[in-house]
């Protein structure tokens, strides 16, 4: 298993998928770009868990394949942070806005969220 280098707690694939099952990779190796991960997927030297966004371009040139995890796949909710005393500003706005509208228009399988944070039916 292929990993950003982070706490698997904040790893949906193991807090929504392999924890769950009660599963454990025989062994865990990361890799802080995405590029680096799609390169050793490709590779034969590993498996990953990305958003279907972050493959579309790997996908198209028939680097890697594609698997939907579980039933209905494992879902997440992304997040802007960003600080409070900027959330009003005019140009803020504007860019929340075109990421919102680009993220819809560009990205493969992305949902609206509702208030709550999950996926939008």
């Known amino acids: 298993m292929i990993t950003y280098p982070v706490e698997q707690s904040r790893l949906?694939?193991?807090?929504?998928?392999?924890?769950?099952?009660?599963?454990?990779?025989?062994?865990?190796?990361?890799?802080?770009?995405?590029?680096?991960?799609?390169?050793?997927?490709?590779?034969?030297?590993?498996?990953?868990?990305?958003?279907?966004?972050?493959?579309?371009?790997?996908?198209?040139?028939?680097?890697?394949?594609?698997?939907?995890?579980?039933?209905?796949?494992?879902w997440s909710t992304l997040y802007a942070a960003i600080r409070e005393e900027t959330r009003e500003a005019p140009w803020m706005q504007d860019f929340l806005r075109t990421a919102r509208e680009t993220s819809f228009a560009v990205l493969t399988g992305v949902k609206p969220a509702d208030r709550d944070g999950e996926p939008a039916a």
Not at 37 to 62: F, H, I, K
């Open 12 to 74: 949906d694939i193991f807090t929504q998928f392999l924890q769950p099952a009660n599963v454990r990779p025989r062994e865990i190796r990361t890799a802080e770009l995405t590029i680096m991960m799609m390169q050793l997927v490709a590779s034969g030297r590993g498996v990953c868990a990305l958003p279907n966004w972050a493959l579309t371009e790997y996908l198209e040139r028939d680097y890697v394949s594609a698997v939907k995890l579980g039933e209905q796949g494992v």
